[in-house]
């Protein structure tokens, strides 16, 4: 009124106010009260306008999730895949275990790969059999760790092998069997290994019976 604005609710920014020196004591309680109930709109307005873009939330699209996701597993950043899936489970417990559970097994298999890869390139061969073995745990037909496996499988087994005929040969029996029960963890249906293993184990039984045979 002071300032003959019929609107206060209308003031735009920048805008100078006159305002009286001894406004507190000759406004009334009730035309204060007017003054705040009819800028009060305006400001709310302007603030909600100015807020809405950062603080509106969006609704949760659990496609839109997964998708992105898909997108870290293919620039292979296998952990930042990992982390947003366990967010997602801590935010909204099981409801979408259906999509996730599949992404998370890809992407823990792609992570045990690369390990196994990188492993193997240190020259850490049975620490690499047990990385690759990880990963088809997650993904049995994921490539290339089920061939690497295979290989660096069959060339253990066989080396295993040649080892404990060498102390079959030697008489050295126990430590030949120990090596062959080693083969047929990695390969239980290793044929050679168990075909000597029980022929080792006989061996062995033959001699404690002679032994306690010959003991007064």
Known sequence: RYNNIDHPGRVMVGQRLRIPDNFATQATQTEQAELQSDMLPALETRTSVGLAPAQ????FDPQEQAD????LIAAQQWNTALAKIARI????????DA???PL????????WQHRGQVLLEQGQTANAIDAFATALNYQPDLEPAASTYQTLVTEKVTALHEQAIVLFRNQQLQR???LWDEALELDPNFHPAMGYKSHAQELQRRLERLENTSSP
Not at 91 to 96: K, N, P, Q, Y
């Open 56 to 59: 509106q939330d969006r609704e």
């Open 68 to 71: 992105q996701i898909k997108s």
């Open 89 to 96: 489970q801590e935010e909204h417990g099981s409801e979408h």
């Open 99 to 101: 999509l996730l559970r």
């Open 104 to 111: 998370k097994a890809q992407a823990k298999a792609q992570l």
């Open 176 to 178: 030949a069997i120990t």
